[in-house]
């Protein structure tokens, strides 16, 4: 069964940053572009940014401030935040993209003073 485990989240100040890691299960990850959603309370999931199977990022306009990153090899991917903002709190999580069906537990981020 398609796993992803989550890890690095916290509190943090504004303008701090925060480095969150994904495990994925290895049958998929080193198949699959992978990415990082997010979910802020009251809202739908969302995208935060991807990363193609060879390692190409991409991002959106939510995470001009991020940087993604991956290891096939150990099936881990990053997300490298600075700048935080209290726009970016949220649950973080990773999955395939397109998403499969299958969520970790997320990690939680939260920017505060």
């Known amino acids: 069964q398609v796993q992803f485990v989550e890890s690095g989240g916290g509190l943090v100040q504004p303008g701090g940053s925060l480095t969150l890691t994904c495990v994925g299960s290895?049958?998929?990850?080193?198949?699959?572009?992978m990415a990082w959603y997010r979910q802020s309370p009251g809202k739908e999931r969302e995208l935060v940014a991807r990363i193609s199977v060879d390692g190409r990022p991409h991002y959106t306009a939510r995470s001009g401030r991020f940087t993604i990153r991956r290891h096939n090899t150990n099936s881990t991917m990053f997300l490298y935040m600075g700048g935080m903002a209290s726009v970016d709190t949220a649950v973080y999580y990773c999955n395939t993209y397109p998403a499969a069906p299958y969520w970790g537990q997320g990690t939680q981020v939260t920017v505060s003073s």
């Open positions: 290895s049958d998929i990850f080193g198949v699959s572009d």
